[in-house]
């Protein structure tokens, strides 16, 4: 059953048959959180125009924002790789982690000793009740792969990611690499 294959840490790539829905159309999204409750998930590829100082200006650094998915987008999350210097955080996998210590979070931006290649920020999230996940996979919604960057997926460009992964599943897929973000305007 699916339910068994899905864990924190894979990805979900949407499938191109879901043109048109604006949050999720060509996204890949980190399942951050999947048990009996549910499912959380961050988009990885979807950046936003604003950086942490246009939304947190006493931190001085320009990291993008991403938009994390369409569930509390008015609240900041972040995912890193640096746990031994963000306390609290929880493991997603892969050395990959969510959260911490906020304060300590913008203290180290500041001081140099985090880079973008550490940390990565959201507006909102992605998030699935009971059993929603399962049926929309099963719904050819969604198509869940290994995350292969473990936590290097952090500093990866988002520029063509979803491209780069329809392509890395070959067969059928390939004819959408190249299709337009809206074929209808084709």
Known sequence: MISEKLKKGQLLIAEPSIIGDVSFNRSVILLADHNIKG???FIINKPLKYTINDLVPEIRASFKIYNGGPVEQ????F????????PNSIEISNGIYW??????TKKLINSG????NNIRFFLGYTGWEEDQ?????EESSWILTKNNYENKIIGKSASH???KQIMELGGDY???SNAPKNPTLN
Do not use: C, M
């Not at 996940?133 to 996979?137: C, G, H, K, N, R």
């Open 39 to 41: 499912s959380v998930g």
């Open 133 to 137: 996940l399962e049926s929309e996979i």
């Open 174 to 176: 390939l004819i959408w």
């Open 161 to 163: 990611f979803w491209k």
């Open 79 to 86: 995912i890193h790789n640096i746990p031994d210097l963000i």
């Open 113 to 116: 000793k985090i880079t973008k």
């Open 99 to 104: 959260g911490g210590e906020y304060e300590t």
């Open 74 to 77: 008015d609240n900041l999350y």
